[in-house]
């Protein structure tokens, strides 16, 4: 018998996915809120929702006993935990049976053995699954973890034993980084998961994370679904998801899935899962392959398995959960095409990826018409289906609306944007398309820079690794490089855009004298380049060059379509446009572009204009985000070098090392240990 209400134990856009599939199988939903939550899309989705309390995590959403309390006050006879908000998840399922409410995800004991990665190792290796060399006991202190190391051999990773989603990691490459980093492991693991226990293992080189999605039901049938490329991480946190990957044979995948399967067997696993591998991108024979770690829930980055082969995952957990069969069998999972997802994330990849916080002033995420090249569908919270075509499709998953505020307490991520075409490149082309269509203003974000990782050739080329952001941005992200092309396009459009402006103001009622025409010769500056730019009813030329552009733009337009740009005469390239001092802010392929418009006749006199020279901030140790100060190194009076380690600020439970820009000696210190930090708040000063 299907299940009548379900309660989804989570927030944000995992709530809304499973609410969506909840009501198109006639399962009505109930959602659980905190303060900080009130309004949120996935509270106005639901049939009924229940206030759990305060909004930190720990007041809310972390506390079982309130959650269960909302299913019996409203009649849920079933909890969907979503991605596992909870951090107690094997308590929290014998609790619900106890309660004689259906829990939405494998049985205690596999939680249990798969939640501990020092078990779940021993566990893996006994069920003939490959496993990192590393030491899987306890380790006693600093000292302990430098011989341990020194015995496995550099470079080593130090791992939280209840570690996820990429906190409670440190890469190690000498006695130093071990030393350094050890406590600094040790303390992340203890705030965010309850659970000081490291674990030290080898470290694969040029490694690539590939996973395999795993489903069962309670009837012995457990099946793979395939396999996903997770290496795009920064911080190990992954940033872009793909399926299937473009490294594994046919060959690999079934063997990876093999091994995988065996392992659910081994512990009685049933629903959603995923095995992690930790894959040498250096070994051609296709068996340097290594269990990771497994997840005993819903992946964020599940749509692109949903993708590859029709499946709709949130409806087999139900399903399964209810008693009901898998009804397919291995032969029966498909491999369709090619799907990406990107994980939009409200940071600021200009500033060194610092968390960002603050409302969504515009969000508009991109819609059908944004693909160029045939027709698609978007399917985000709305509930639209996505039409089963041979043409790229997008997907929004999302759990934000335009107003709605990117809170501290939370994690940052905004939307996943997901694309399927039926080759690798296309798929890669409508991301690249969505990004540029995609308006988000407010909080910093990464849209920018994923649109930089798409476009790069390394990434096209499918070289990944785990390194592939540190190694091509090792000195920060400033945005995606633009062709000699591209910036004669964006000249064009900017005097277009001017002109139109101009005209504008020309047809106000009221003027003295004559009205004027518009100028038609510009010079527009970007990236401190001049171009000549003449904009006639003839066409536009930039630089003497005729271009064949199909362009519309009335003032106050915040998105341009430019037709024509590039070899391709059908493509279209869309462009963010704001106003900016004496121009506009311009902003696609990857990057923002200032291009400064004036008049030909005027341009000249900006030789003569003075700059304006920045003040010299580096005396000072800025706050480079929101956060708490947990612990500060030095005192007034105190001599410092360069680099040295000054204090440490966390944020979103992730600790971030301040270190110092130039050697000289405190001056003074205008925070403490503990104080609530905002944005470029002065910590201390220097002499």
């Known amino acids: 018998m299907m299940f009548k209400k379900i309660l989804v134990a989570n927030r944000g856009e995992i709530a809304c996915r499973v609410m969506r599939t909840a009501k198109a199988m006639g399962i009505k939903t109930v959602a659980v809120y905190s303060d900080a939550d009130a309004r949120a899309p996935h509270v106005l989705m639901a049939d009924e929702s229940v206030r759990l309390g305060p909004a930190p995590a720990a007041e809310s959403y972390l506390k079982a006993e309130l959650i269960l309390l909302a299913a019996k006050e409203t009649g849920a006879d079933c909890i969907h935990p979503g991605y596992?908000?909870?951090?107690?998840?094997?308590?929290?399922?014998?609790?619900?049976?106890?309660?004689?409410?259906?829990?939405?995800?494998?049985?205690?004991?596999?939680?249990?053995?798969?939640?501990?990665?020092?078990?779940?190792?021993?566990?893996?290796?006994?069920?003939?699954?490959?496993?990192?060399?590393?030491?899987?006991?306890?380790?006693?202190?600093?000292?302990?973890?430098?011989?341990?190391?020194?015995?496995?051999?550099?470079?080593?990773?130090?791992?939280?034993?209840?570690?996820?989603?990429?906190?409670?990691?440190?890469?190690?490459?000498?006695?130093?980084?071990?030393?350094?980093?050890?406590?600094?492991?040790?303390?992340?693991?203890?705030?965010?998961?309850?659970?000081?226990?490291?674990?030290?293992?080898?470290?694969?080189?040029?490694?690539?994370?590939?996973?395999?999605?795993?489903?069962?039901d309670q009837h012995g049938n457990i099946v793979y679904l395939n396999e996903r490329e997770c290496s795009i991480q920064r911080r190990h946190q992954k940033v872009v998801e793909e399926a299937p990957s473009p490294f594994v044979t046919p060959a690999m995948r079934k063997a990876m899935g093999e091994q995988a399967v065996a392992l659910a067997q081994a512990v009685g696993y049933y629903s959603a899962g995923t095995v992690e591998l930790i894959v040498s991108g250096a070994d051609t024979t296709g068996e340097g392959f290594y269990f990771l770690e497994m997840n005993t829930r819903l992946q964020v980055e599940h749509p692109v398995t949903e993708e590859i082969t029709g499946l709709d995952l949130v409806e087999l957990m139900i399903r399964v959960a209810a008693g009901k069969p898998l009804g397919f069998t291995q032969d029966d999972v498909k491999l369709n095409g090619w799907s990406i997802e990107n994980r939009v994330y409200a940071e600021d990849p200009y500033r060194g990826f610092l968390p960002s916080i603050g409302r969504l002033v515009r969000y508009n995420p991109p819609l059908p018409f944004a693909l160029s090249g045939g027709a698609s569908t978007s399917l985000s919270t709305n509930g639209e289906g996505v039409a089963e075509s041979a043409e790229p499709r997008v997907r929004v998953d999302d759990g934000v609306r335009e107003g709605g505020e990117v809170s501290m307490f939370y994690d940052p991520m905004i939307a996943k944007l997901i694309t399927w075409a039926p080759t690798r490149d296309g798929a890669i082309a409508a991301q690249i398309a969505a990004l540029d269509a995609f308006e988000l203003e407010g909080p910093g974000n990464n849209i920018d820079f994923l649109s930089a990782i798409m476009q790069h050739p390394r990434f096209q080329s499918g070289a990944l690794t785990t390194g592939f952001i540190a190694e091509e941005y090792p000195e920060g992200f400033h945005g995606a490089p633009a062709d000699a092309e591209l910036l004669r396009t964006l000249a064009a459009v900017a005097a277009f855009a001017a002109t139109a402006e101009a005209d504008r103001a020309r047809r106000i009622d009221g003027q003295l004298g004559k009205r004027l025409r518009p100028p038609a010769d510009w010079v527009v500056t970007i990236d401190q380049v001049d171009h000549a730019v003449t904009v006639s009813t003839d066409g536009i030329a930039v630089d003497g060059e005729d271009l064949d552009l199909a362009l519309e733009y009335t003032p106050g337009d915040r998105m341009v379509v430019a037709d024509g740009h590039g070899p391709d005469a059908d493509e279209h390239l869309t462009i963010r446009i704001a106003k900016a001092r004496a121009g506009f802010k311009l902003t696609t392929r990857g990057a923002s572009h200032v291009a400064r418009v004036l008049p030909a006749r005027v341009a000249p006199y900006t030789a003569h204009l003075i700059e304006k020279v920045a003040p010299d901030l580096s005396k000072f140790l800025i706050c480079p985000m929101p956060g708490l100060l947990v612990r500060l190194d030095v005192a007034a009076g105190d001599r410092v070098e360069a680099g040295q380690p000054l204090a440490v600020v966390e944020a979103m439970k992730m600790e971030n090392i301040l270190r110092a820009e130039k050697t000289g000696v405190v001056k003074s210190v205008a925070a403490k240990t503990g104080d609530s930090l905002a944005v470029d708040q002065v910590i201390l000063e220097l002499d």
């Open 84 to 216: 596992g908000f909870l951090s107690e998840r094997e308590s929290f399922a014998l609790a619900c049976a106890e309660a004689g409410i259906a829990f939405v995800g494998p049985p205690p004991n596999a939680i249990a053995a798969m939640g501990d990665k020092i078990e779940s190792k021993k566990l893996a290796k006994a069920a003939g699954v490959n496993v990192v060399p590393g030491y899987l006991g306890e380790i006693d202190s600093t000292d302990h973890a430098v011989e341990i190391a020194g015995g496995i051999g550099y470079p080593v990773m130090m791992k939280a034993s209840a570690g996820g989603g990429g906190k409670g990691m440190r890469l190690a490459y000498s006695e130093q980084d071990v030393r350094e980093g050890f406590e600094a492991t040790k303390r992340e693991g203890l705030a965010s998961f309850g659970d000081d226990r490291v674990f030290i293992e080898k470290f694969i080189e040029s490694p690539r994370h590939i996973e395999i999605q795993l489903i069962g």
